[in-house]
T-cell receptor, first 114, second 115 residues
Framework: AQSVTQLDSQVPVFEEAPVELRCNYSSSVSVYLFWYVQYPNQGLQLLLKYLSGSTLVKGINGFEAEFNKSQTSFHLRKPSVHISDTAEYFCAVTFTGGGNKLTFGTGTQLKVEL | DGGITQSPKYLFRKEGQNVTLSCEQN?????MYWYRQDPGQGLRLIYYSQIVNDFQKGDIAEGYSVSREKKESFPLTVTSAQKNPTAFYLC??????????????FGEGSRLTVL
């Protein structure tokens, strides 16, 4: 079975600073990887996903993530954050052939401060 | 606009009562899912359905039941057997990609509080 670890439960950062949210996964088979964002009391919205090909994936709102197979990681980055990026971010994984049943990490709360 | 509608948004229930959460989608998706969200635990899969009249248990199905009589609808019943039902419940849908990799579209959630 696959699993996802998000090491940081909270990440405070000042506006216009860069940020990295960490995600590590464990799986014995090939995986697909996702980052979702959740604003307070709302559902989740897809930021980006890695299926195959280029290991650097670009998503919405200026976010990007890099798939590193040797490190089993899929860290999310943004070079300059905005107040509106304050939200909870979830990393998720599904294995190839597993349909769309996602296994989610525990989430990282990003708090952008002035 | 296409999307997923969950109702009610907030629900209070007394211990020992069953409650049903509604989920309706007009995205023409075949697959639908129910997740439970608790603080610090992320999202956990309760039930999912790949096609009408068929559904499978997820990781935490005990104390829950579902039905899938129509493509658009996937209601979740939280029964009195669920020992800790207070949580935020999220419904999602997707096109059926059995190889994986498809995007899940989420509703805005229903927050259930047991008094």
């Amino acid at each position: 079975a696959q699993s996802v670890t998000q090491l940081d439960s909270q990440v405070p950062v000042f506006e216009e600073a860069p940020v990295e949210l960490r995600c590590n996964y464990s799986s014995s088979v090939s995986v697909y990887l996702f980052w979702y964002v959740q604003y307070p009391n709302q559902g989740l919205q897809l930021l980006l996903k890695y299926l195959s090909g280029s290991t650097l994936v670009k998503g919405i709102n200026g976010f990007e993530a890099e798939f590193n197979k040797s490190q089993t990681s899929f860290h999310l980055r943004k070079p300059s954050v905005h107040i509106s990026d304050t939200a909870e971010y979830f990393c998720a994984v599904t294995f190839t052939g597993g349909g769309n049943k996602l296994t989610f990490g525990t989430g990282t709360q990003l708090k952008v401060e002035l | 606009d296409g999307g997923i509608t969950q109702s009610p948004k907030y629900l209070f229930r007394k211990e020992g009562q069953n409650v049903t959460l509604s989920c309706e989608q007009n995205l023409n998706h075949d697959a639908m899912y129910w997740y439970r969200q608790d603080p610090g635990q992320g999202l956990r899969l309760i039930y999912y359905s790949q096609i009408v009249n068929d559904f499978q248990k997820g990781d935490i199905a005990e104390g829950y039941s579902v039905s899938r009589e129509k493509k658009e609808s996937f209601p979740l019943t939280v029964t009195s057997a669920q020992k800790n039902p207070t949580a935020f419940y999220l419904c999602a849908s997707s096109t059926p990609q059995y190889g994986g990799g498809g995007e899940l579209f989420f509703g805005e959630g229903s927050r259930l509080t047991v008094l």
